[in-house]
């Protein structure tokens, strides 16, 4: 036999659509695997809401690494994974003899979790559990922020330039905006903004339509922006460590 057919046991189709604090369940799915470069143990942690208007939704992924290569290293370990047992009600005393019967234990206890956006190597912005903390009484408690648009066309995400900049980081954006014009004009030999008056560019597109002369000035290469590449590390993990298979 395969299964027995259950309406109860579905795919609610509720995505969690805001960052914020969310009271979750730790769901079946959860798993024990290890990471692809140093073949630590890590528990991928899978939440579903319990209440609230995301109730039924999904927050997955939430990867904890046990590390113990030295002895700071292994105490941070032991400090992360008691966070976690803490925020679940678990009593002080229980013996953790290995990673599956921690797994056991979180299988099926409820917490708080806190989740902001995160942006992937693939370009899409996620939820990311930032802390985990007991049970919130008065109920979960989405905060607006939806997920920033992540500049790729087949994003389902939209207006990372105004609400990403505005919520976050709006006199930086504006900066990098006139460096990176600034830097057009210095670097790219075609004038920058006065492309047009530049005699090498008009001997380029002589003859040619206005409109292309408009895209070329479009086109031309922008500075990256690297201050806000996602490089910290919260959870006191090692750089191996951060490079990880996702579980499907």
Known sequence: MLFTTNSNDVFSGTYVEEAGEYNVKVLPTTTLTQT????????TLNYEVIDGKYQGGQIRYDNQTWVDYDQEAHAQSIKRFNTLLKATGIKDGIKIENMQQLVNLL??????????????NNGYYNLRVKQHNPVLPSGSKPNGVKA??????????NGFNTTFNSTY???????????????S????????????????????????PQSLKDQALANQDQPVDTANLPFDNPQGQSAGDQIQEVPF
Do not use: H, R, Y
């Open 148 to 157: 920033p648009d992540s500049g790729n066309s087949n994003s389902s995400n």
């Open 107 to 120: 299988i099926g206890s409820t917490m708080s979790i806190k989740v902001d956006w995160e942006q992937g």
């Open 185 to 208: 004009q210095s670097q790219n030999g075609l004038g920058g903004q006065n492309g047009a008056n530049n005699d090498l560019f008009n001997d380029l597109f002589a003859g040619q």
């Open 36 to 43: 692809k470069t140093n073949g630590n143990p890590m528990i």
């Open 169 to 183: 980081n709006t006199p930086q954006g504006n900066q990098n905006s006139q460096w990176g014009n600034n830097q």
